[in-house]
């Protein structure tokens, strides 16, 4: 397939050496020259700017920091909705609240483009890999035409549902992400104060009902998980800043809905902190050091 994609960085640069590596015809462009730079060696078309890259594909794949850069790459005389070719098709696959999502996606209708949302999880590693999950928000059609493009680049692709419910998946996978690490390190560090071998409660609650993600495969305790964060000084992984954002993008959209989100807005609190302390380029189990003795 004729693909443009846009944004290459941590994640984007990965994703779309695999669609290289997959034999698509790839068209680059990033605001960073060498990003751009990198691709064009291994086999991309170089672009000199969104629209450019745009002008002959079949599919656009954006991957940009947040929504205001989303919105400043379609939207507008400059932005690459009006310069796509009748029948291309848009994915965007970063981070961004579903109400952006869903109003983008408007205006692309309003050309008669079909447009997709299509966050992921799995991170730097899955994006490597290939491995990543994609949760897309799209029509039935939509998601059948992106389906094997989207398996290039990632193991499960996930129908959400229409327009904007993939980032609603993420937004709120996310939120409780956030939270269940805060809870378990809460429980490890008071076992710790109270005096148990955090390796046995560890295995403990790993086979009883405190397991979840954040105990059994990324346990904020050092030494628990060899292959966690914690276990090589909180250094890699998923930034606390990063967690910060999907945080804000969460209670922002249940403001929306006037839905509360308790927990959610203490956590983004608690994660806020860590980077008003300089951690915020930590892995997001450092949260722990809310609890740990020094
Ligand atoms: P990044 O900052 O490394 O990359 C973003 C890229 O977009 C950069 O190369 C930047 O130069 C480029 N860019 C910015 N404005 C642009 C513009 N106007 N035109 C063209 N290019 C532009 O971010 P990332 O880590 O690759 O994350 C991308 C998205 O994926 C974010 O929304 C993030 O929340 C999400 N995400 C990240 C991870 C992760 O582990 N890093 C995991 C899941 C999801």
């Known amino acids: 397939m004729r693909i443009a ?6 994640m984007g640069a990965p994703m779309a050496h695999n669609l290289l590596k997959a034999g698509h015809a790839l068209t ?9 730079g990198a691709l064009a060696e291994a086999g991309a078309k170089a672009a000199n700017s969104a629209r450019d890259a745009v002008l002959e594909c079949e599919l656009v794949i954006t991957m940009l920091p947040a929504a205001a850069h989303v919105r400043s790459v379609y939207l507008g005389e400059e932005g690459l909705l009006a310069a796509l070719p ?4 848009a994915v965007d696959s970063s981070t961004i609240d579903p109400q952006t999502a869903r109003e983008v996606a408007q ?6 483009i079909a447009m997709a949302d299509a966050p992921v999880s799995g991170g730097t590693g899955g994006a490597q890999a290939g491995t990543l999950t994609f949760m897309v928000g799209a029509t039935p059609e939509l998601f059948n035409l992106i389906q094997p493009v989207l398996s290039d680049m990632g193991r499960n692709i996930v129908h959400c549902g229409e327009v904007g419910t993939g980032q609603v998946a993420k937004v709120c996978n996310n939120l409780l992400l956030g939270i269940s690490m805060i809870g378990v390190a809460e429980a490890m560090a008071l076992g710790d104060a109270l005096g148990i071998d955090t ?3 560890a295995g403990i609650i790993n086979t009883s009902t405190g397991r979840c993600w954040s105990s059994d495969t990324y346990n904020p305790w050092p030494g628990i998980i060899e292959t966690a964060p914690s276990s090589r000084g909180y250094t890699g992984g998923f930034g606390a800043d990063l967690m910060l954002k999907d945080l804000g993008l969460a209670t922002e959209a249940a403001k929306q809905v006037r839905q ?18 300089g951690e915020g380029g930590k892995d997001f189990s450092g949260i722990i050091g809310l609890y740990r003795k020094p």
């Open 5 to 10: 994609f846009i944004g290459l960085g941590n």
């Open 28 to 36: 680059v462009f990033d605001v960073n020259a060498q990003a751009v």
């Open 86 to 89: 009748d029948g291309a098709v």
């Open 107 to 112: 205006v692309a209708a309003g050309r008669g």
């Open 199 to 201: 390796k046995v409660l």
């Open 260 to 277: 509360p989100v308790l927990l959610g807005a203490l956590a983004q609190q608690l994660y806020q902190g860590m980077s008003q302390r």
